[in-house]
């Protein structure tokens, strides 16, 4: 299966202070990877070293062109949508007004229908449709800050802790409606998660980042069923 993207080489600095230390790591075209290991290992940074959030070094190639060195709304607009950890919704607008903005980049003139599959994954959205988001749920704060990536129309979903501070059932569900976009769409998703159990249940291959360094990596079914690395660096 061909790379969606391919990071060769990545460094990542804030400052004088380096935090990825030479990475390498590939999502498939119309696959899952996910990124796991624990706080301060360097996960959320290289989900901003791919939207050139952050000071880099190396090669991030998406569909085989490079776009390490980048503005970061440019490689928005090749088609890299990027949900951060706390959601990133904008709580005083509306959920429409949100979802608006997530198309405000499309040229084509087919976002209504775009928005019309949103709330096929999303029903709830449609009945909160003119609610302020800062009154929704946490679950459905995340339901809206991942519909509204999805309005961008991505080629590639960057994920940062999408289950983080919501109760067991709501994360099933928003990991289950993440895996039908991912088969239906076609979007390949570049996953950081706490939850590593839960986040080799979906994913298609795998990468554990220690200090800035990836430790291990494979298939996901393989590190899922390997019970050292699992007790080693996974915590469960």
Do not use: W
Not at 41 to 66: I, S
Not at 74 to 86: Q, T
Not at 103 to 131: C, M, N, S
Not at 162 to 182: H, Q, T, W, Y
Request: charged letters at 25%; one cysteine or more.
């Amino acid at each position: 299966m061909p790379a969606l993207l391919e990071a060769k080489g990545l460094h990542a600095a804030y400052g004088d202070i380096r935090v990825l230390h030479g990475i390498d790591f590939v999502v498939d075209e119309g696959g899952i990877t996910a990124l796991l290991g624990a706080n301060g290992a360097g996960k959320t940074t290289t989900l901003r070293a791919v939207c050139g959030m952050v000071r880099t070094q190396g090669e991030v190639h998406l569909g085989g062109a490079r776009i390490d060195g980048r503005a970061t709304e440019d490689i928005a607009r090749l088609g890299v949508a990027h949900v951060p950890d706390g959601r990133g919704t904008f709580l005083e607008l509306t959920v429409e007004e949100n979802l608006r903005l997530g198309a405000y980049t499309r040229r084509d003139r087919q976002v209504d229908a775009a928005r019309e599959r949103v709330f096929g994954y999303f029903p709830k959205l449609r009945e909160r449709i003119r609610q302020q988001a800062g009154t929704l749920s946490g679950g459905e704060q995340q339901m809206l800050a991942i519909a509204r990536a999805l309005l961008l129309k991505p080629r590639l979903l960057l994920l940062d802790e999408p289950s983080f501070g919501l109760a067991p059932l709501i994360v099933k569900e928003i990991f289950a409606i993440m895996r039908r976009i991912n088969r239906e769409e076609g979007v390949g998703i570049l996953l950081v998660e706490q939850n590593a159990s839960l986040a080799l249940q979906i994913a298609d291959r795998a990468y554990l980042l220690e200090t800035g360094r990836i430790v291990f990596s494979g298939p996901a079914a393989e590190i899922r069923k390997d019970e050292s690395i699992r007790r080693s660096y996974l915590g469960y």
